[in-house]
């Protein structure tokens, strides 16, 4: 079954301790981005990946960093979150057919709550 | 900056009446646009997308949008409402994937 898969769906945490949310796709996608979701601002990216060992900053990547070693994972790496990091994090992927991305399949999301 | 934007945050409607949900872009030449719905505690899902033709597309669930060149718009429409239909709809775009602030969708019975 095709799918993006991240973990963990739910995490508590404290401020300034180091974090990672696993991101993994199963269908050999070029592209994979990370997002937020938080109430009346709707998605907003946070970085990209065109392809393995390339990335990009989004809208919002202050306090994040990201990694693509391999084509079917890409973990985002909260360093030393904050309370303002709380958020719902989904992470997409998509193919580049026609060298413009296609449909982005989600993740099931990641609710993040730093105290 | 955004380049696609939802006017409404809410749309309600009653169930069996036509559903409209509102979207703008401001991207330049041809668009690739997209329509996305989020249910509650639940990820994105595809609905349907714009790329070139038919002004008309056909997604799933009985949606369709409408791309209007003229106007800038794409706004998603279904002609019988139903309460399963509540949910979060995202208008969203090929340039830089940007995705508007969504609009939430209440049908009720």
């Known amino acids: 079954e095709a799918q993006v898969t991240q973990n963990p769906r739910y995490l508590i945490t404290v401020t300034g301790k180091k974090l990672t949310v696993t991101c993994s796709q199963n269908?050999?996608?070029?592209?994979m981005s990370w997002y937020r979701q938080d109430p009346g601002l709707g998605l907003r990216q946070i970085y990209y990946?065109?392809?393995?060992?390339?990335?990009d900053k989004g809208d919002v990547p202050e306090g994040y960093k990201v990694s693509r070693k391999e084509k079917r994972n890409f973990p985002l790496i909260l360093e030393s979150p904050s309370p303002n990091q709380t958020s719902l994090y989904f992470c997409?992927?998509?193919?580049?057919?026609?060298?413009?991305?296609?449909?982005?399949?989600f993740g099931p999301g990641t609710r993040l709550t730093v105290l | 900056a955004q380049s696609v934007a939802q006017p409404e945050d809410q749309v309600n409607v009653a169930e069996g009446n036509p559903l409209t949900v509102k979207c703008t872009y401001s991207v330049s030449g041809n668009p690739y646009l997209f329509w996305y719905v989020q249910y509650p505690n639940r990820g994105l899902q595809f609905l349907l997308k714009?790329?070139?033709?038919?002004?008309l597309v056909k997604g799933s669930y009985g949606f369709e949008a409408e791309f209007n060149k003229s106007q800038t718009s794409f706004h998603l429409k279904k002609p019988s409402a139903l309460v399963s239909d509540s949910a979060l709809y995202f208008c969203?775009?090929?340039?830089?994937?940007?995705f508007g602030a969504g609009t939430t969708v209440t049908v009720r019975a």
């Open positions: 714009y790329i070139t033709g038919d002004n």
């Open positions: 997409a992927s998509s193919s580049r057919d026609r060298g413009d991305t296609d449909t982005q399949y």
């Open positions: 990946s065109m392809n393995v060992e390339v990335t």
């Open positions: 969203a775009d090929d340039y830089k994937l940007s």
């Open positions: 269908m050999n996608h070029e592209y």
